[in-house]
């Protein structure tokens, strides 16, 4: 019988997540039915958004479940068919996630070509990753050429694709914040304009300096500080996709609200939220104007990736210490 080794929700955290919320079991995987594909796990993801499904309250997608395996997107290799969609060998994406194998029906995962991009990038900027950064500037904030854009969490996966995107949407301007001065020449290398760290203190006077015209977009990945900032910098008509807030997701008393809120009413400021989930239909247009940008070397990404199944809870709390340029990752590659 093939088996699976895989994470399942030991407890619920309170505040900051440790290892001690997690652990890792070994099961065994029934045998396929028609319609059903094996699939040999090689990269998996890990993302912000799977702290709050460690909570058990209502949401956007449903919290993960005491002694339950962990679900997340996933890339792998199919071992055994018994679907007419698939073959051995093809290489697939899918939400079964947290785990070395896995058994899928046909319709739970989709052809990838890892002949045009590697694997890992189907999992960021090919990826949900891409699209909601796409998302964010287009259907949700409406970004107009000519903006100066602000994005928070500009060397993430989300935010480092936001800030190239929006260069190519015709920017005037894009600033971005990052935790390190690494990151922040690495931002900096991707065509931002600007970039602060925010370590340095003082967001709303730092983005004041590099944005003395205002600001007219804010992609944000934050929250906290950064909203106060932007909105203090924000022009009249600016808009503000909030994408995030990794800067509350730990946190045991509920956050204050932006002290600046006020201001939107006089600077007639459009505010926001979205998850991705919403935008799907736009997976074709991004597809369509973005990937090929991607695949020509327009728009580039950084991975960071992390070695083996027994090591994903350290990777996923290693994102809350801001360890991770662009996309974090797990390779799940049992070496021959």
Known sequence: MTSTTQWVLASRP????????FRLETADLPELSDGQILVDNTFASVDPYMRGRMNDVKSYIPPF????????????????????????????RHFAGWRTRAVLGEDEA????????????????????????YAGLTAVGEMKEGDVVFIS?????VGSAAGQIAKQLGAAKVIGSAGSAEKIDYVKGLGFNEAFNYKDGDVTGQLAKAAPEGIDFYFDNVGGDHLEAAIDNANTFARI???????????????????NLGLSIGKCLTLRGF?????SH????FQEKIAPLVLDGSITYETTVREGIDNMPDAFLELFEGSNTGKMIVSLQEEK
Do not use: W
Not at 69 to 74: C, K, S
């Open 110 to 133: 989709e052809h990838i070509d890892t002949d045009a991009a590697p694997a890992e990038a189907y999992l960021g900027i090919l990826g949900v990753t891409g699209l909601t950064a």
């Open 241 to 259: 996709a909030m994408c995030g807030a990794i800067a509350q997701y730990n946190v045991t008393e509920p956050a204050p609200g932006p002290s």
């Open 65 to 92: 479940q005491i002694d339950e395996p962990l679900t997340g997107t996933a890339i792998g290799t199919v071992a055994e068919s018994r679907s007419e969609k698939f073959k051995v060998g093809d290489t697939v």
């Open 14 to 21: 309170e505040g900051t997540p440790t290892r001690d919320n």
């Open 153 to 157: 969490g500009a060397a993430g996966a």
């Open 282 to 285: 736009l997976a074709g247009e």
């Open 275 to 279: 998850v991705v989930g919403k935008y």
